[in-house]
């Protein structure tokens, strides 16, 4: 296993970190505070090339992987996590039509959004039906050469401000719980944002409620030559994407650590800096192990994705980086706070935005106990196992 960035990577990473430090850093807190989607941010990333980094070259994407693209999460979500789920949005609203289009549905409904014209957003969740995607209400009904399509997506993320949505529902073909996906245009008539989520972080990326009522598409919006994709559409896009999400926790347990750090260096106490003090060093050194741990995790999950091995034989790995990475973001932002005492507590600093920001990643795409119940089954069937 080689350690090192490639060339490429590096290219990519230096390019993430000075967005970071000259467009995000700086509004990071106003963005939190003001809940407004930063319009900047996107604009930056779309003219550094960095929103179709695992999209396909023949469609405007530089298709350079799954690993650039964590890299990239990581070096945003140090300042704001909200950056480093825009990043990975574009991937994950175009990632079923890469999998499962035609040549020409990748062209006309990936490149756009590989190329920052337009937005998109990946609907799943409903209001009744979350980690069990078999239980999707929503309805695509045949009518001539079109489909109309019923339902209800809730916490969409980027929702309330896409252009484009790939939409899951069910179809009448092989059997009516058949599971399909959609490409709809949110100027559509019949598709509403019917509200925007008021969240307790992640504020700079909206979700919401998104309603389909009778919104009538043509047949060649469907993903795919027949119907009958199944349940192998959302979670091959899901088990793609799961060590990115693990990214974002990497990219934000590294900003609260070195943040603490940094106050841990001025803040005296007793006479001398916090960092004399071996309960801060011990706390410091758990943190960097911690994430040390998490990225090499997160790195490995995306190789295997990159090699094409994020099927459900090999979905377990990809759940334990996110798993773990999830999990250190919320004990990384704790410790960071606890490091700070009080001031820590107070919006004067980062790290309470960063303690509510980590507690989304362990629900989205799906929660730690999903992915346990995934490595678990693993084990038990013998595709995990340490013999």
């Known amino acids: 296993m080689d350690f090192q960035l490639s060339e490429a990577h590096t290219l990519i990473k230096h390019t993430a970190a000075q967005i970071a430090k000259d467009v995000i850093a700086p509004r990071a807190a106003e963005v939190d505070r003001t809940a407004e989607y930063p319009e900047d941010y996107f604009q930056a990333f779309r003219d550094s090339e960095l929103l179709g980094i695992t999209l396909p070259e023949m469609v405007g994407g530089s298709d350079a992987g799954t690993l650039a693209l964590a890299i990239a999460v990581e070096e945003v979500a140090k300042y704001d996590c909200s950056a480093g789920?825009?990043?990975?949005?574009?991937?994950?609203?175009?990632?079923t039509i890469k999998f499962f289009g035609t040549e020409r549905q990748q062209k006309e409904y990936i490149g756009p959004i590989a190329t920052g014209q337009i937005k998109g957003a990946f609907c799943l969740t409903e209001p009744d039906a979350g980690s069990d995607v078999a239980n999707l209400q929503a309805r695509?009904?045949?009518d001539g050469d079109d489909y109309v399509i019923s339902g209800q997506k809730i916490y969409i993320s980027g929702g309330p401000v896409a252009d484009q949505?790939?939409?899951?529902?069910?179809?009448?073909?092989?059997?009516?719980?058949?599971?399909?996906?959609?490409?709809?245009d949110t100027s559509m008539p019949g598709f509403e944002v019917t509200s925007i989520d008021r969240k307790m972080g992640v504020r700079g990326l909206p979700t919401g409620v998104l309603t389909f009522d009778d919104v009538r598409v043509p047949r060649e919006r469907l993903?795919?030559?027949?119907?009958?994709?199944g349940m192998k559409?959302?979670?091959?896009?899901?088990?793609?994407?799961?060590?990115?999400?693990?990214?974002?926790?990497?990219?934000l347990g590294e900003g609260a650590l070195m943040y603490a750090l940094d106050y841990a260096r001025q803040r005296r106490a007793f006479g001398n800096p916090l960092t004399d003090l071996q309960a801060i060093q011990m706390k410091l050194a758990d943190m960097a192990i911690d994430i040390e741990a998490a990225r090499l995790l997160v790195y490995q999950g995306c190789e295997l994705v990159d090699a094409g091995k994020f099927g459900p034989s090999d979905g377990h790995m990809l759940s334990v980086a996110k798993a773990y990475a999830t999990e250190m973001a919320n004990r990384v932002?704790?410790?960071?706070?606890?490091?700070?005492g009080g001031q820590g507590y107070m919006e004067d600093h980062p790290l309470e935005r960063h303690y509510r920001d980590a507690r989304q990643l362990m629900i989205v795409e799906g929660t730690s106990e999903i992915q346990r119940v995934i490595i678990s089954k693993a084990l038990i069937d013998g595709n995990l196992n340490y013999n």
């Not at 825009?86 to 175009?94: D, H």
């Not at 993903?223 to 994709?229: L, Q």
């Open 85 to 95: 789920l825009m990043l990975l949005l574009s991937s994950l609203s175009t990632h």
């Open 140 to 142: 695509a009904v045949r």
């Open 165 to 184: 949505v790939v939409v899951f529902a069910k179809t009448d073909y092989p059997d009516p719980r058949s599971l399909n996906a959609f490409v709809v």
């Open 223 to 229: 993903v795919g030559e027949t119907e009958g994709m």
């Open 233 to 251: 559409g959302p979670l091959a896009t899901l088990n793609s994407l799961r060590p990115v999400v693990g990214a974002r926790g990497v990219g």
């Open 333 to 340: 932002a704790s410790e960071a706070i606890q490091i700070l």
